[in-house]
């Protein structure tokens, strides 16, 4: 839900322009950024 949210706002609200190849490549990096900010505040939880 939350990367459909992000692609949606990415894209401007307009999904009917783009292709299949760059929807997936932005949620790859939506779900990249998510993984990380995830990571991060693990490693902020422990210290």
């Not at 401007?12 to 990571?39: P, Q």
């Amino acid at each position: 839900m939350c990367l459909l949210l992000w692609s949606y706002l990415v894209h401007g609200g307009s999904c009917d322009s783009d292709t299949l190849i760059t929807r997936f490549l932005e949620i790859d990096v939506a779900c990249c950024l998510l993984m990380s900010a995830v990571v991060l505040m693990g490693l902020l939880v422990e210290f």
